[in-house]
């Protein structure tokens, strides 16, 4: 248009209309797979590329965001995208992270983009929360399980599902007992709801072998190998009552 027209108003709307018109096609699929190629570009760091040519990337997509009409379906699937790289460590880049909400906040506005922010917020509050908390333990001498707690605030992040019925192993139920009792004490009033379907554990075991090994697993993966601390095998009903996790 801008050459073969001399960037004619009247074919520039009639572009814009058309492409409008084809991409919107299918409701909602194309927010879907704009916000899941955003996350492939933030989550895997573009395989090699440069900082510069991964928010070329994202200027790239940028430009098919501002055709979908589902905005609110985009704003719905990147935040639950962005959630899983913020607390699974799966960004590449946090400055790249808040480059693409700059440019979604250029582009719909700070309402739009308010929660996206506040969930950066979290993130960076829950670090400072968490130093502190560590060195309440140093000075009251106090050892055990190293755990780290990402507080989010309800209403910016996606709907996570709380599940009471799990049955914590004594350590792990001892260190949340004792992070909560520290909360509490600098925030009286608060309700804290621990979410497990999002969290993970870096266990230490011995095999046969002897040596020791780290495994990065789910937090419900955990809680079953925990039980074979003391026991070869164990009924797959025993574990689902000795766990409280869901069939």
Known sequence: VSKGFLGDKDFADVLKEGLETVINSKQN?????????????????GK????????????????????????????????????????LGRS?????????????KHECGHAFTSKLEGMFKDIDMSRELMQAYQESLVKAQTSGMDLHVFVLTTGF????????????????????????????????????TWVQSHSTCILKARFKSKRMHELSVSLFQAIVLMLFNDRNSIPFKDILHMTGIPD
């Open 29 to 45: 699929t194309p927010a879907e797979l704009i916000a899941k190629h955003m996350d492939g570009i933030l989550r895997t760091g």
């Open 48 to 87: 090699g590329k440069s900082e510069t040519e991964l928010e070329e990337d994202i200027d790239k997509s940028m430009v098919l965001f501002k055709y979908i009409n589902g905005k609110d379906v985009f704003e719905a699937f990147y935040k639950k995208e962005l959630g899983k790289r913020l607390l």
């Open 92 to 104: 590449s880049s946090i400055d790249l992270e808040r480059v693409a909400i700059t440019k979604l």
């Open 157 to 192: 992040w996606p709907n996570y599902t709380s599940n009471n019925d799990i049955k914590m192993p004594a350590k792990m139920a001892a260190a949340m007992d004792s992070f909560k009792a520290f909360y509490n004490a600098k925030h009286s009033g608060r309700k804290l």
